[in-house]
């Protein structure tokens, strides 16, 4: 697992938006306006009031160029979607929206909703902001981040436009990780110690069963260079064992004792955090994955990443699964 | 660019030039670390070199100082070692019945800190105290750095046993990190076939003063940052606050040494106000440590990268 | 896992695990309009709005109700003003309760427009004092415009107009304080409208010159009751004419199609009255077909704009041979409209200057005296008729009779003294002095007591012209009455006693007389102080008067444009426009194509304004497109400095220019003192840059 995994992550910066499609429609104060102004008309037709019909039609000529207004102040918006730091499964994640005023023009009473979250901001002209966008997480893996609309009744309030925004893209620029919900407390049967004393039979990196071969990488020791078969010209190749690292317990997919996948996916969840918290050194083993022992926050979220989008096992053929 | 600057402070830039031509000759194919080296003195900051052993580290150092006039000084930091070792002493003297201070290796204009890694926190710190305030304290009393004062400290990142890694709240008082690197073939041929360096290192001559080079530094403070610049700093560092994997974006203080590197890096091109470009070129060196310790350089590059072309830029 | 294509195997396990999203296209859901507590600030203004609407109905509802809405208004601007909550519903209920007793004892209906406007003010002041959400103050503001709305059922004028219009931009301003609360301040609003209200002022005019007006009304107008207006009544005894003499109320605007004729054949035709019993002359109720005597008449034809009368009668220039208002013209050639005028109009009439005006013979009560009439009167008759075997003709007794008026020293005067008794007596032998009406009288009944067939017609002489509008200003002052005689075998003619007796009065008008220009011996009738009389004459007075013409002329065209603009005005104006057929749909049409129009103007308005700021941004980005339509890749992330090496290198034929954009631009946007005039420099720079694709190596 190498880092360019993980610069992924910065954002999506080419998510501007046209704001082309800007649907719009009267409000329920635009439909009494619009009540009033024909009750204004028959009367004005009634009494063949001159002023009166002029009077009626600035209305309408005021609702008309409201509706340009309006339109015009959710136009030429850039829009750019980042998704929040992973969360757990069920838990409020927090994305973030930055707008982007490009045609030179002050916007007010803008609204963004999308998840669970609604809230007012202006712009100035040609200035930007960020926004939160809150919403709730649902199963692991990579979530689709909310829909979102821009929504705005301003300048009179007779107009509701709104546009709505479609995030698209590669997941791990416009998608939510969502880590496995951790099993409860209680429902892990294994202590530290026996967890410990469990894997330590692999905890020794070269005492550990050979698993086999792979391409070197720059994190792996000298000591792991399969020299012999790094002499025949195909390159620097690094043995891997079953337990890795020099250090610390093993948690590994086998060890759970649910047998249905995602709950074994919680119970590693919660190992891992409980492993983190007590500041062990770990390794994790998900099926036709390992990561090497290590601690610290980074190596926390590339386990918990590897869980989130842990396929499973049950699902795959055989030829997929080296 | 047009630059209207008066006739004496153009000599100073122009032998600044110089003696960035001078270093060239000495250090080959590195003409960007150079260039970044001398950002990072006129911006008053401290620098710190990742690299392998005999890359020329000291070699930069040591003729950085020479051209520019400065005093310079090596400490060669082992595990052992005290912070008195670095700053200084207070002695007993007893013809003048009291104490008196004698100044530690740190003293001088440029100070190379070699292996900082290797030294015990404590005795990092203590350097590292002396950088950020610009001055140390013994015994209650407190003596001031000379001016300019320019630290460059080395550490070798794949060398960790036995070593103390700089703590990451620590990594934020170095302005850049730079790694040298291998030259390229071409250079290194020149290099063996050219005379030796240390040779050639004595051979220098001062193209400045300390005090043009104080000069210098209020000079480039003086670079016009327009408010669209100052507007794109602070994209870049909100941008990489919206790094989702990364636990703290950059802090205030990154913001403000990118604007001040890339003001000295404007007057190191000769023109009187910063453009992206500028800011560009130094944030590799300035952001990478900040956001991704424990990553190889070419990690960080990457990643840093990554950050410069995600936000747009007029 | 074992090469180190490994990872990618797992980026395909991921990509496989992506959830499916559906992108279909669905009809887009409007989410529901955000709304926001208002801040007490637009509150304020939005109930502060209200007073000015409800000031504009002060003069034609109840007192009582003026201070009950006042008072509500009052009410809740305190209570915002302290924060205090609204009144509970009970206290509203009781409230609207009263309210509703209270005007259903004043009117005793809800209809028509002063009880349906009452009821109006009424829930308006209510609302006011329950507004306190958004909803209630955008609700709020809504009614405020239909209660200004209402006002002008009731009032036309100008002023009326100025402060019902302001109003509305209030209602807006308010809209905009309540929708982006605390974005705007006050002022900011009120900008804003008034940019939005410019922009819709062309719609508004063009669907008012084009929404097809119609004849009549819908439901008709229920209540309205006639208002009491001075002007000419059915009925003329001494006096009453020159009651009128000083009322400088409009009584009718002209605007002559041709020339204007002379001042002396101004004679508007109104009444015709030939009853007379001693002392008022009336009506009868005899219809016959007149029809202009003369061979070669001169027709004039001419628009006029009547204000209300509540009468039913037209004034028309002597003699009417067409109207386009109202019924034909009657056998007195008069014209009548079949409802009383209780607004002002505006129609088409033309006239003929003949001498004569030819019916059948005139009835026998033509030649009727008044009951006990003095012997002196018909002597002083038949000595003006002579020998009746002299045969004399009807034209040379009136001359006769003109002649005595002139001689003897009869005075005419704006103030005459009273007549007890028998007014025709009195004036002949006694007083000698008169207005029009009492020589008018005179010279009927002498004409009678000659036997000759004579009767009384009322209605206006002269008008004062207008150079600034071009029109006829005739105002009740301008209020006459004259004669006409039967002169056998020819017809009706026209006798002015007044002309004769003053013929400045005829010649110049009433208003010249009573400037005192010619007439200096009325100015004690008439009572002018010293001021007064410098104010009528003099260069200040002309540029009174000038003034007086220029908004008198604003008021006509105002009048004409507003409040007369109906189904006739619209049809002239279509057809002045050069339509052939301004039917409904013809109208409906165009108004249709001129929303769509003004759709895609406005649009584009818009745009400009936005264009209008200009920033150099704006030319780079345009740059920028331009560089990626030739074909180089352009990165969000680059600066302008290397962009434009690049691109300068890309495209050498273009390099200087490619330079000269990115040198002004950096100047521009990141240097220390940016140099104005670089902007068109730079507005230049990129609207000459050109790079062709082909030339593209």
């Known amino acids: 697992m190498t880092t360019a995994d993980s610069l992924d992550d910065i954002g999506n910066p080419a998510l501007g938006t046209d704001s ?188 550990g069963d050979f698993r086999g071969l792979r391409g070197h990488r720059k994190e792996d020791p000298p000591s ?86 842990c396929p499973d096992p049950a699902n795959i053929t055989q030829d997929d699964n080296p | 660019m047009v630059n209207v600057l008066a006739d004496r402070q153009r000599s100073a830039l122009s032998r600044l030039a110089d003696a960035e031509s001078l270093i060239n000759e000495l250090i080959l194919g590195k003409q960007e670390v150079v260039r970044l080296c001398l950002t990072c003195i006129l911006a008053r900051g401290h620098l710190l070199i990742e690299d392998h052993p005999g890359v020329g580290k000291t070699t930069l150092a040591h003729s950085l100082a020479r051209v520019l006039g400065l005093a310079f000084n090596r400490i060669q930091f082992t595990s052992d070692m005290l912070p008195a070792d670095v700053i200084g002493v207070s002695v007993y003297d007893s013809e003048r019945a009291g104490f008196k201070f004698h100044q530690g290796p740190l003293f001088k204009e440029v100070v190379l800190a070699d292996e900082i890694n290797r030294a015990s926190p404590r005795a990092q710190s203590a350097l590292l105290e002396a950088m950020e305030e610009h001055q140390v304290s013994v015994d209650g009393h407190s003596y001031d750095l000379p001016t300019p004062f320019f630290v460059i400290a080395t550490q070798n990142p794949h060398e960790q046993s036995g070593t103390f890694p700089l703590p990451e709240s620590q990594l934020d008082r170095f302005m850049m990190t730079l790694s040298i690197g291998f030259p390229s073939r071409v250079f290194e041929q020149a290099l063996l076939k050219g005379d030796d360096r240390t040779t050639l290192l004595r051979e220098l001559e001062a193209v400045l003063d300390a005090n043009e080079v104080i000069e210098l530094q209020r000079q480039a403070e003086g670079v016009f940052a327009s408010d669209a610049l100052t507007g794109y700093v602070l994209d870049l560092v909100e941008a990489s606050r919206n790094l989702t994997w990364i636990d703290n974006g950059l802090s205030p203080r990154a913001g403000l040494a990118l604007l001040r590197a890339a003001r000295a890096f404007t007057l190191l091109d000769n023109r009187d106000a910063v453009l992206p470009e500028d800011v560009q070129a130094v944030a590799p060196a300035i952001i990478g440590h900040r956001l991704a310790q424990g990553l190889a350089s070419a990690e960080r590059d990457a990643l840093t990268r990554r950050l410069i072309e995600s936000v747009a830029v007029d | 896992m074992s090469t180190p294509g490994g990872h990618k195997t797992h980026d395909r396990v991921e990509s496989e695990f992506r959830p499916v999203k559906p992108r279909r296209w669905q009809f887009p859901q409007p989410p529901s309009a955000p709304l926001e507590a208002p801040t007490r600030a637009a509150l304020a203004t939005t109930v502060m709005t209200v007073p000015l609407a409800l000031g504009l109905h002060v003069m034609y509802q109840p007192l009582w109700l003026g201070v009950v809405v006042m008072t509500l208004v009052a009410v809740r601007l305190i209570t915002l003003a302290r924060g205090l909550l609204v009144p509970g519903k009970l206290l509203r209920w009781i409230l609207t309760l009263a309210m509703l007793v209270l005007l259903l004892t004043e009117y005793r209906t809800i209809f028509g427009r002063t009880a349906g406007s009452a009821m109006l003010i009424a829930f308006t002041a209510l609302k006011v004092i329950e507004t306190d959400s958004l909803r209630d103050a955008m609700f709020l503001n809504i009614l405020t415009a239909i209660v200004v709305l209402a006002a002008f059922l009731f009032d036309q004028s100008p002023s009326t107009a100025a402060i019902g219009f302001f109003c509305l931009a209030l209602v807006i301003s308010n809209f905009v304080l309540l929708v982006a609360p605390g974005s705007f301040t006050i002022k900011g609003a009120m900008l804003l409208t008034s940019r939005i209200i410019l922009h819709g002022i062309p719609l508004a005019i063009v669907a008012y010159v084009l929404f097809p007006r119609i004849e009549g009304s819908l439901w008709g107008m229920a209540d ?25 109320a409009v009584a009718f605007r002209v605007e002559f199609n041709q020339d204007r004729p002379h001042h002396d054949q101004l004679y508007w035709r109104t009444l015709v009255l030939d009853r007379f019993d001693g002392r008022t002359w009336s009506r009868a109720e005899r219809r016959h077909e007149v029809f202009p005597a003369d061979t070669n008449p001169k027709l004039v034809a001419y628009d006029m704009t009547l204000e209300a009368t509540d009468k039913t009668w037209l004034p028309l220039l002597e003699t009417p041979v067409s109207v386009s208002i109202g019924n034909p013209l009657s056998n007195l050639a008069l014209g009548e409209t079949r409802q009383p005028i209780r607004e002002r109009i505006r129609f088409k009439a033309a006239s003929v200057t003949a001498r004569y005006m030819a019916t059948g013979p005139p009835d026998d009560h033509l030649t009727d005296l008044y009951p006990g009439i003095n012997k002196k009167i018909i002597a002083l008759a038949q ?54 009406e009492h020589y008018a009288s005179a010279f009927a009944t002498l004409m009678r007591a000659a036997g000759i067939p004579a009767r009384l017609v009322v209605g206006y002489q002269g008008g004062e012209y207008n150079p600034t509008g071009d029109y006829t200003i005739v105002r009740q002052s301008n209020a006459h009455a004259w004669a006409e005689i039967w ?41 002018t102080s010293g001021i007064r009389n410098m104010l009528r004459s003099g260069w200040l007075g002309d540029n009174l008067r000038r003034i007086r013409h220029l908004s008198d002329a604003f008021v006509y065209q105002w009048n004409n444009w507003v409040m007369a603009y109906g189904p006739q005005r619209q049809q002239q104006l ?27 103007a406005t649009y584009l308005l818009l745009s400009a304004t936005s264009r209008q700021a200009e920033t150099p941004l704006k030319h780079y980005r345009r740059f920028k497109s331009k560089l990626a339509r030739a074909g180089i890749r352009v990165m969000p992330s680059e600066g302008p400095l290397s962009l434009s090496k690049r691109a300068a290198e890309a495209l050498p034929d273009h390099a200087e220019t490619i330079e000269t954009i990115g040198k002004t631009y950096i100047c521009l946007r990141y240097s220390r003192s940016p140099n104005e005039m670089g902007l068109i420099g730079l507005r230049r720079a990129v609207a000459g840059f050109k790079p062709d694709r082909g030339k593209f190596r």
């Open chain 3, 487 to 527: 002169v056998d075998g020819r017809g009706w003619r026209r006798i002015d006693p007044t002309a004769a007796v003053a013929p400045e009065r005829v010649e110049i008008g009433v208003d010249a007389l009573r400037r005192g220009d010619s007439l200096a011996g009325f100015n004690s009738g008439f009572g």
């Open chain 3, 224 to 248: 309205d009751k006639p208002r009491a207006i001075s002007g000419l009544s059915e009925q003329v005894a001494p006096g009453s004419i020159s009651e009128l003499s000083l009322n400088d």
């Open chain 3, 574 to 600: 279509m057809k002045r426009l050069g339509v052939a057929t301004p039917d409904w749909p013809w109208l409906v049409m165009t108004l249709t194509a001129a929303f769509a129009v003004f759709m895609i």
């Open chain 3, 383 to 436: 000595d003006l008729a002579g020998d009746p075997a002299d045969n004399p003709n009807a034209e040379m007794i009136a001359a006769r009779a003109l002649e005595l008026f002139t001689q003897s020293p009869f005075r005419y005067s704006l103030q005459p003294p009273l007549l007890d008794g028998e007014p025709v007596y009195q004036f002949l032998f006694n007083t000698r002095n008169g207005y029009c």
């Open chain 1, 224 to 309: 792991r260079i399969h020299w012999r078969n790094s002499a025949r010209g195909s390159g620097l190749v690094s043995k891997q064992f079953e337990g890795t690292g020099s250090a610390g317990i093993c948690l590994d997919y086998a060890d759970t004792r649910n047998t249905d996948h995602e709950s074994r996916l919680s119970e590693l969840c919660r190992w891992i955090l409980d492993a983190d918290s007590a500041g062990t050194s770990y390794a994790l083993r998900l099926p036709g994955l390992s990561i090497a022992a290590d601690q610290g926050g980074r190596h926390r979220a590339r386990c918990l990443k590897a869980l989130a989008l």
């Open chain 1, 20 to 207: 082309r499609k800007v649907y719009i429609l009267p409000t329920r104060f635009g439909m009494l306006y619009a009540g009033a102004i024909l009750m204004m008309l028959l009367v004005s037709v009634n009494y063949n009031n001159g002023l009166g019909h002029l009077f009626t039609f600035m209305l309408v000529a005021i609702g008309i160029v409201a509706m340009h207004y309006t339109q015009r102040n959710l136009v030429g918006l850039s829009v750019s979607i980042h998704p929040g730091k992973p969360v757990f499964s069920g838990d409020m994640a927090q994305g973030s929206v930055r707008v982007h005023e490009t045609r030179h023009r002050s916007r007010y009473a803008l609204w963004l909703r999308g998840g669970d979250s609604q809230s007012r901001f202006d712009l100035p002209a040609d200035g930007h902001t960020r926004i939160e966008l809150n919403f709730k997480t649902g199963s692991r893996g990579w979530q689709p981040l909310p829909e979102i609309y821009f929504v705005s009744i301003f300048p009179v309030g007779l107009l509701c436009a709104w546009s709505k925004r479609l995030v698209q893209g590669p997941d791990n620029e416009v998608s939510q990780l969502v880590y496995p919900r951790p099993a409860a407390v209680w429902s892990s049967p294994i202590s530290f110690d026996s967890q410990a004393h469990g894997a330590g039979n692999g905890s020794h990196a070269d005492d």
